[in-house]
Nanobody, 118 residues
Framework: QVQLVESGGGFVQAGGSLRLSCAAS????????MGWYRQTPGKQRELVTT???????NYADSVKGRFTISRDTAKNTVNLEMSSLRPEDTAVYYC????????????WGQGTQVTVSS
């Protein structure tokens, strides 16, 4: 199993920047994909960005050019650098991990609140 702990959320004004981190522990040797999702009240959770063990990245259209995902394999962490933040970026951000195995292969963090004021 894998345990995920997010950090770095908080309040920021529109146009500002924020950096989120997610630390993984447990069966980290089998991690295949790490990423971030976000969710606002009354809306479904949506994909923000992912990065594979090989370093391939994927971004939602709404964050391309503003958000950057990175991974530190040695430290078992994944980071999300957010710039040019907008009020619509306000959400709870969740770290997500997918393992390279058939059973018990997906895990979620507790979430960290990001609030962008106008």
């Amino acid at each position: 199993q894998v345990q995920l702990v997010e950090s770095g959320g908080g309040f920021v004004q529109a146009g500002g920047s924020l950096r989120l981190s997610c630390a993984a522990s447990g069966s980290t040797s089998t991690i295949n994909i790490m990423g971030w999702y976000r969710q606002t009240p009354g809306k479904q959770r949506e994909l923000v960005t992912t990065i594979t063990i090989g370093g391939t990245t994927n971004y939602a259209d709404s964050v391309k050019g503003r958000f950057t995902i990175s991974r530190d394999t040695a430290k078992n962490t994944v980071n999300l650098e957010m710039s040019s933040l907008r009020p619509e970026d306000t959400a709870v951000y969740y770290c997500h991990v997918k393992l390279s195995r058939v059973w018990l292969n997906t895990y979620w963090g507790q979430g960290t609140q990001v609030t962008v004021s106008s």
